[in-house]
């Protein structure tokens, strides 16, 4: 079990390394109010002066301490060990100049406070960016420990007004690791009952199972009162136990007495004070005990953190497949990535695309949805007689005789009118073309969509397929809209009356004549045109009186226009004139109906052919055409910057979690028991 500690210092240096945090390692956290005591346990447990001191906040970032247990420098020596070729007894050595060994335990406490002013400033600023520090000696236990800023409450400095807020926020963000255990650090000389400290832990391990307590300054209680009842657990019971410690007194700093002569004294003040628990209390108590759990814990918690390891190996090794390899062959990448797309463009038409949509209809079943059911219902919902009246029948009907009366309907008036229904289809069949259009302009996005990776890799590309794409569509919009007015203008050119599905102008006057005979009188209220006005005043109204004649010559009265003379409200048509309405409006709906069904197979046929059809067979030539150049690709192919250093930053952590996978691998089973 001792080679546990270390395998997870390995790992949390191997993650470092990367600086990603994706696993929570096995780690003490030590947490308590500031001027506790506890970079002075720290101390005590590495047996070296290292950490910054003096008063107020000294700790200002978090700093992890790894302690790894070497052999003596003789025994190195002699085994040529090739671990280290650092010619001293102890060293250390930072991660962020981890090519940099120190020997001076002085500069060691100078490079701390030198790298948190650079982050924090000079005037008690806290910083959540941690500091790593491993230190090598023959004289620690294999250790990992976090030293946090000590829990305040007033801001001093250029601390902000949530400076209580703020230290509490990066305590638990350690603490609520699982993963970790807790060691509770509270001065004797205070209230137990009030200890922040095991408040916190206490907060986030209700049951106690990760939580340890360290009474500090056992030789500064008040004299007559003694930390018996804290030390058995008797005022507050901690799962883990309770150990107290004596720090080194700051004239003990002043006068630079030594760590080592302060642990004499420290078991010499137990033995006095404290003879039955002696053996249970002091530094290096402390230390076995923190190693002992430390290594359980570890124990108890790498199934899950192989497993973990092995989980997020899978995942990074399917996200930087996403992200694509290097490129070895530029012209072969250009050709893959334009063919996969016009490919996927085609299939997305075809309804044979590998993913297809679930939420809505797109590509070619949308299409067919516009076809069929917009198109299709829109002209059905189009009235053949629609915004045709009866006033407009009988002005063609005589526009079209002239001057003189008509013995048959005139076949002009028919053309006339049904020309201008058959008119009223082109603008629904243009509307079907612009709503293929969308669609096969809304299918680059579908394709964009299932290939993000590789377009989202070359920006550059990605637009330049676009813009050919939205080009070729744009070519043949116009053509197509030309094809499908012409379609309208071929049924406008020619009114073919001897189309096998019209109805015979015989068969249909002989029908409105027996339905005229059968019927009522023709019913009042059909609005008259201007020229009969005058013809029904003149035959209805008689003269009365001394009335003057309607024509008078124009040297006894004023001269009369015609057109000017107020017009009857309605007036009887006559069965001839009804007769000649009727065939007229059933000649127009038999003759529409036909138009309507042509164009309503033809403009569908048409937009396949010119718009869809063609794109279809010729979106790959076009893009290999304006793309596919030598000069391009470099252009073309040039990566985002946001791509690559995703992938070299998931590459970078695959190889870290490989490397974490190997290490944990290399544990047998025997060793963790």
């Known amino acids: 079990m001792e080679t546990l500690i270390p395998v997870i210092n390995k790992l949390q240096e191997i993650f470092n390394t990367v600086g990603a945090e994706v696993i929570q390692l096995p780690q003490i956290v030590v947490i308590g109010a500031q001027s506790s005591g506890k970079s002075s346990v720290l101390e005590s447990i590495v047996g070296r002066d290292f950490l910054p001191r003096g008063s107020g906040i000294v700790t200002r970032r978090p700093l992890v301490l790894q302690l790894v247990n070497v052999p003596f420098l003789e025994e190195r020596q002699h085994a040529a060990s090739g671990e280290t070729s650092t010619q001293a007894e102890e060293w250390a050595t930072f991660l962020h100049c981890k090519h940099k060994t120190f020997t001076d335990f002085d500069e060691i406490r100078q490079e701390i406070e030198t790298e948190t002013e650079r982050t924090t400033g000079t005037n008690k600023g806290i910083s959540l960016e941690p500091l790593y520090l491993k230190i090598y000696s023959p004289h620690v236990l294999n250790l990992t420990l976090v030293d946090l800023p000590g829990i305040t409450k007033v ?13 509490r926020e990066m305590i638990l963000s350690y603490v609520s690791n699982p993963n970790c255990l807790i060691l509770a650090v509270t001065a004797a000389n ?3 009952a009030t200890s922040e400290a095991l408040k916190l832990a206490r907060d986030v391990d209700p049951d106690g199972r990760r939580t340890l307590a360290v009474v500090t300054k056992l030789d500064l209680m008040d004299a007559g009162t003694d930390a018996m009842d804290v030390l058995m657990g008797r005022v507050i019971p901690v799962k883990l136990g309770i150990i107290g410690v004596v720090n080194r007194s700051q004239h003990d700093i002043n006068t630079q007495k030594s760590i080592t002569e302060s642990l004499q004294d420290e078991q010499g003040f137990l033995q006095k004070r404290y003879p039955s628990l002696a053996n249970r209390n002091g530094t290096r108590h402390l230390a076995k005990t923190l190693n002992r759990l430390l290594m359980h814990h570890i124990r108890d918690c790498l199934p899950e953190l192989k497993t973990r390891v092995n989980v997020l190996t899978a995942q990074y090794q399917s996200v930087l497949q996403s992200y694509g390899q290097p490129i070895e062959d530029k012209n072969a990448t250009l050709l893959q990535i334009i063919t996969k797309f016009a490919t996927e463009y085609c299939h997305t038409i075809e309804g044979t695309a590998r993913n297809i949509e679930t939420s809505e209809l797109c590509g070619g079943a949308r299409m067919c949805y ?26 063609a009907i005589r526009n079209a005789t002239g001057p003189r009366p008509a013995l048959f309907v005139p076949e002009v008036s028919f053309e006339l009118l049904v020309k201008r229904q058959i008119k009223r289809l082109e603008d629904p069949s243009l509307r079907c073309v612009e709503l293929v259009h969308e669609e096969l302009q809304r299918i680059i996005q579908h394709c964009s969509t299932y290939n993000t990776q590789e377009l989202l890799r070359f920006p550059k590309l990605h637009e330049a397929i676009v813009e050919v794409v939205t080009g070729v569509l744009r070519q043949r919009l116009p053509i197509t809209n030309e094809m499908v007015h012409n379609l309208v203008a071929i049924e406008l050119a020619y009114i073919n009356t001897k189309h096998p599905d019209f109805i015979d102008t015989a068969l249909v006057s002989a029908s409105v004549s027996s339905s005229s005979s059968k019927n009522d009188p023709p019913a009042e209220g059909i609005r008259c045109w201007k020229s009969d006005k005058v013809e029904n005043a003149g035959m209805e109204e008689k003269p009365k009186g001394n009335t003057q004649p309607m024509y008078s010559s124009p040297s006894r009265s004023h001269a009369v226009n015609l057109l000017d003379t107020p017009m009857p409200a309605t007036r009887k048509l006559s069965q001839r004139e009804q007769q000649d309405c009727e065939v007229i409006r059933r000649l127009i709906k038999s003759y529409f109906l036909i138009v309507r069904k042509s164009i309503q197979d033809s403009v569908p046929k048409t937009v396949m052919h010119f718009l869809v059809n063609y794109v279809k067979d010729h979106l790959q030539s076009q893009l290999v055409g304006q793309l596919y150049k030598q000069q391009l690709l470099d252009m073309l192919l040039t990566e985002s910057e946001d791509m690559a250093q995703q992938r070299k930053e998931a590459a970078g952590l695959l190889q870290a979690l490989q490397r974490a996978s190997q290490t944990i691998s290399e544990i047998r089973e025997t060793q963790l028991w």
Do not use: C
């Open 155 to 167: 801001p001093v400095g250029d601390q902000p007004p949530d400076i209580e807020g703020l230290v």
């Open 190 to 192: 205070t209230d137990m």
């Open 370 to 395: 516009i076809f069929h059911e917009t198109f299709g219902r829109t002209l059905e919902s189009i009235d053949p007689l629609a915004g045709l009246t009866m006033l407009d029948i009988l002005t």
